[in-house]
């Protein structure tokens, strides 16, 4: 065996030390508001303390033994306890390991600075390796995908959740930054383009490039997908691997902004599914997306900015502005110049050649790059309206010149504009009327038109790149990246919490059953009977209270429904719902009931989720459930002349309908009878997305998930600090200890049997026959000895399973033991060397004796006349300085030369 380095012997010490003190006294985690838990050792079960904490027992949670520290799956602890969970994750991220498995789970916490976690050379070590062979990554979850669909031939799911700012974007790109790499290896001649770096592989359909925009774009696809950098294998990429990485640049200029909660967050989810052949090469990507937070266009705290692509066209190319009719700077734009208009350390320009990159890569035509930005400067354009009221309160819009800007880009008539704005007809009875709209309805309007354009042309983009990246083929398989918002819960919770929080839900009762089924599948394979519950219908009441409909009227579909009603308001909403929901009983009583509660003071309700109890205020909730803007605006933007405006409204194009009143033939305005909606147009943002999410959760169920939970440390953006409380709320938000919680229901410990028999033998000395034994048997023996009630075991057919804590127990037990044996032996190892060393000392005193009497013999000896003369009459002799070696033994003492020995003749005369 190697002898331990220093350091691990110093490790080594380290840890006997800390086991040591730990074994001295009771460890517990104590409750502290500010920090969330303290150690703490338990003095005295009763009494008066004085200064020390007095804590009820039940709010003490069991710490565990120092060997458990930093273990890399929290699954291994044997307390599974919030305290231990967390403790263990601080000591780790103390220690630089961002990344710990909470069994299905991954934990990744942001560092907040860049670690050298993501070269080449660590996809190298993470691949063909099994997850215990490695430390936790990211990595290691995409690597076991890949393997999952080739050796499987089943779709995989990897679902990224957390807070904003938790990491997840970066989460996913390093996803595909793996995959990429990985899927270019197993097939290096693939590439079906030259390298990235050669301007010929550059789609010759892109706008002008300039050696200076190269640069730009080389050192922005490191800068805004976060991938290039790191990734040496680039020069490998073929165009589509190229392609799907340079998507991630624009839908980060398109869905992302900077918030105070993070300067790039992704302000939409989404859904990315990189497809494979069968040989394991890239075969394309597709794109969905849920939830963009379109409201941003228009408002947001003065502290965030709109989204990124704004002030990237703003910071762009003066001729592009020009044909955009964007005269002057940011501050001349009503819709920038409220709030922020920087990122720290971001050149919005340098980030607009990257972009402009990165659509030429994937594809976009200079066209269809001119529709995208065309939208964003009529955006502008209809923040720069101006609206002034009649004294009869009606709205009106003084200078026209802006709407004509509008209209010009929009491909629309200015009259029409102006009166779909102002006056729009509104169906009265049987006869269409115009009605005059106020100032504050005309803006709101404006901004309505603004979210929908905005959202529509996001939807087109998506569309679009999914058009350059998606070849699906019926053998190819897929692995799905979920970036998607976590639980929230902030002071004042609206619509948008609601369905971000109905998601989640979704998603955690969509863990909670995959656990569930790997559970009993393991408990199936192993033999053991044992009815596990089914954790995933726990979450079930919440979410029909949210989504039910039919016999059972979700909040959703009670919104839907207040929708299409005349005179409804939030508050009528709102005490349908409690009507529904907290009114009579009924027979059944739905278990939603339990979930439901009214507020106290404002006009909304309470549920509560898996997480915690949240609180909803309903204002606005109806204008934001639907389609927010008039059909008059619709139908003017359908019928524009312009290719890409019209095709964004296309579901709300007309059918030809007789021409009747003042507009005359083709007028839109003129339509009398029921205009012949496409289908789907009238859907809410709640059907919407019911939709999606169903449409999501069904591709989700189709595949083998892996999780991935990312923690935002501290909220102050600080690498190396972690607010404790922080991350315990983050855990129980994204599920973490929920996982724990079912775990510890069931038997979350589990041993190999040989493992078990190397490991707590000790503790059964001769109760296993020495020989071979069946695994099985010897546990059985074993357990049976150690005297463990059969409810906290169950014996399997390779493993032994224990519930929540009982190897802490036989840990204990084991420690004990070897804490005798060893000090047992350590006291025979020192009495035997105190033996010899003793022994040593003795020879050596005896040593000294006989020498001392030798010397004092020949001393006298040497004084003795007799003696004189016999060495005067002597011819040789031995000298007269004698030298003694001494040599000793363990047993004697030898001289040398010896004292009488003679010199042979001839060798030295004593000289007289
Ligand atoms: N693994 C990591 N290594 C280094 N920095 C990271 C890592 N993960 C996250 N960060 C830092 O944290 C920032 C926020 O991360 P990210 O944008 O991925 O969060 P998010 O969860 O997607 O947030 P949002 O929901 O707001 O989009 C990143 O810009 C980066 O600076």
Known sequence: MPAPRPSESAEAARAAAQQAEFNEKKWVWVPDEKDGYLAGWVSKEEGDFGEFRTVPLYALSKMNPPKFDRVEDIADLTFLNEASVVNNLRLRFGSGAIYTYSGLFLVAINPYQTLPLYSDAIIQQYRNKRRDENPPHIFAVAERAWVNMGEERENQSILITGESGAGKTESTKKVIQYLAAIATDVHPSHSRSPTIVSTTTMPNSGLPRSDSFRRGHALSSSVSSGIGSHLTARGRLGLLERQILQANPILEAFGNAQTQRNNNSSRFGKFVRITFAPDGSIAGANIDWYLLEKSRVVFRSEAERSFHVFYQLMAGSGALKESLLLGGGIEDYEYLNKSRREVDGVDDKEEWSALK?????????????????????????????????????????????????????????????????????????????????????????????????????????????????????????????????????????????????????????????????????????EGIKWEYVNFGLDLQPTIDLIEASGSVIGILSCLDEECIMPRATDLTFTNKLHGLWVGQDTEPRHPGRDKYEPTRFDQGFIIQHY??????????????????????????????????????????????????????????????????MKKGAFRTVAQRHKEQLSSLMSQLQATQPHFVRCIVPNSNKKPGRVDIPLVLDQLRCNGVLEGIRIARLGYPNRLPFVEFRQRYEVLTPGIIPRGYMDGREACRRMVKSLELDEAIYKIGTSKIFFKAGVLAELEERRDMLLFEIFSRLQAIARMWTARRQMKKVLNRAVAIRTIQRNARVYGELREWPWWQLYTKVRTYTVPTVPYLVIHITDRSVHYWPRPATTMSSGRRKQSW
């Open 357 to 525: 990159g990165a659509l030429d890569t994937v594809g976009f035509t200079p066209a269809e790059q001119f529709d995208l930005f065309r939208i964003v400067a009529a955006i502008l354009h209809i923040g720069n309206i101006t609206i002034t009221s009649t004294r009869a309160d009606d709205a009106v819009m003084p200078d026209p010149s802006q709407a004509e800007r509008v209209c010009h880009l929009l491909g629309i008539p200015v009259p029409e504009f102006t009166r779909a704005v102002l006056r729009p007809r509104t169906l009265a009875g049987r006869e269409w009327v115009s009605q005059a709209r106020t100032k504050q309805q005309a803006i709101v309007e404006l901004g309505a038109l603004c979210k929908t354009l905005y959202e529509k042309s996001f939807g087109a983009l998506v569309d679009k790149i999914n058009l350059a990246l998606d070849r699906p083929s019926s053998k190819s398989t897929f692995i799905g990246v979920l970036d998607i918002a976590g639980f929230e819960i902030f002071e004042i919770n609206a619509y948008e919490q609601l369905l971000i929080n109905y998601t989640n839900e979704k998603l955690q009762q969509f863990f909670n059953h995959h656990m569930f089924v790997l559970e009993q599948e393991e408990y199936a394979r």
């Open 611 to 676: 997480a915690a109890k949240v609180e909803y205020r309903t204002d606005g909730w109806l204008e934001k459930n639907k389609d927010p803007l008039n059909d008059n605006l619709t139908r003017v933007l359908a019928a524009s002349s312009d290719r890409y405006v019209a095709s964004l409204f296309a579901e709300y194009a007309e059918a030809p309908a007789t021409p009747v009143g003042p507009g005359g033939a083709g007028n839109i305005f003129t339509a009398g009878k029921k205009r012949a």
